[in-house]
């Protein structure tokens, strides 16, 4: 059985930064595909971040370009997102997600991810 566990979130001030992470377990993390999603309270669950199993291939939400990173420490079995340039509309919890399906790819489609945390708050106060 697969785990994840996410943490690093917390409240920031508008323009600051924040790195979460996400720790794998139960399975060696660098068979996945992963991504981030996040929601905000009355909003449904978007995308924003995905990176393929060994870390070739990225794509992100158009709402965060520029200013989140991700990445992934197969060795650590530990994906992370680097969180720049904070703004209110960042408030969200930020879910971590596992993609099993066969070969490298990014996904955008949380139905696309069987594996899923219990989500880390971020909160960006102005």
């Known amino acids: 059985q697969v785990q994840l566990v996410e943490s690093g979130g917390g409240v920031v001030q508008t323009g600051g930064s924040l790195r979460l992470s996400c720790a794998v377990s139960?399975?060696?993390?660098?068979?996945?595909?992963m991504g981030w999603f996040r929601q905000s309270p009355g909003k449904e669950r978007d995308f924003v971040a995905s990176?393929?199993?060994?870390?070739?291939?990225?794509f992100f939400a158009d709402s965060v370009k520029g200013r989140f990173t991700m990445s992934r420490d197969n060795a650590r079995n530990t994906v992370y997102l680097q969180m720049n340039s904070l703004k209110a509309e960042d408030t969200a919890v930020y879910y971590c997600?596992?993609?099993?399906?066969?070969?490298?790819?990014?996904?955008?489609?949380?139905?696309?991810?069987?594996?899923w945390g219990r989500g880390t708050q971020v909160t960006v106060s102005s």
């Open positions: 997600a596992a993609d099993d399906a066969p070969g490298s790819r990014t996904e955008d489609n949380e139905g696309s991810y069987e594996y």
């Open positions: 139960g399975r060696a993390a660098r068979i996945y595909n």
């Open positions: 990176i393929s199993q060994l870390g070739g291939s990225e």
